[in-house]
């Protein structure tokens, strides 16, 4: 009895998920890309000399406390691909804190790849009393999806990805565990 990365009960979900994903790239018509695109682009940023990413976030947003950071929330009703009616939603995190350099997000869609713009109007700042048009060029900390894994009314947080190294990920009936 060693530790399950994919419980039993979560396999036949987890098998589907995979063959549709892998269905998806083998399928290139419907896609503006490829794995074979994607390992390209891989080896040649590999072999480029490295570049500092940018840091332009105003001292609100870099010298801000962890309460005042989760204090910043994304409006669910501009989930990405909201009036899709999708089982799932794509929400996003703000820069600022720990999380300095903006990560660019793209979307993937059958007409083609772009950029998705940040928008700070996208965001509640809570308690913060930030002059938000000082953000226009914040950018993005990350994303995560939501999906009702446990209940159909309510859309749980299944992954994480935020900032340049962090993930994260759940199933049904799991519960996140330490962060470091």
């Known amino acids: 009895m060693g530790f399950e990365l994919i419980s039993l009960k979560m396999r036949p979900l987890a098998i589907y998920w995979m063959s549709l994903v892998v269905g998806c790239m083998i399928s290139a018509p419907a896609f503006a890309f490829g794995l ?41 009703e501009k989930s990405l691909w909201q009036s899709a009616n999708l089982p799932f939603e ?14 660019r997000i793209n979307v993937v869609e059958a007409t083609g790849v772009a950029p998705l713009r940040f928008d700070s109007s996208d965001f509640h700042y809570g308690k913060n009393t930030f002059d938000t048009t000082r953000f226009a060029d914040a950018g993005f900390a990350g994303f995560r999806v939501h999906y009702p894994i446990n209940n159909q009314e309510y859309k749980d947080e299944v992954a994480v990805f935020l900032g340049e190294s962090y993930f994260r990920a759940v199933g049904k009936g799991q519960r996140y565990g330490l962060s470091a």
């Open 90 to 103: 794509i929400r996003f995190f703000h820069a600022g804190l720990n999380f300095r350099h903006p990560v």
């Open 36 to 76: 074979e695109d994607v390992t390209a682009m891989a080896r040649a940023l590999a072999e480029k000399h490295f570049e500092t990413p940018r840091q332009n976030l105003p001292p609100e947003l870099r010298d801000i406390t962890y309460d005042q950071y989760r204090d910043i929330r994304f409006r669910s």
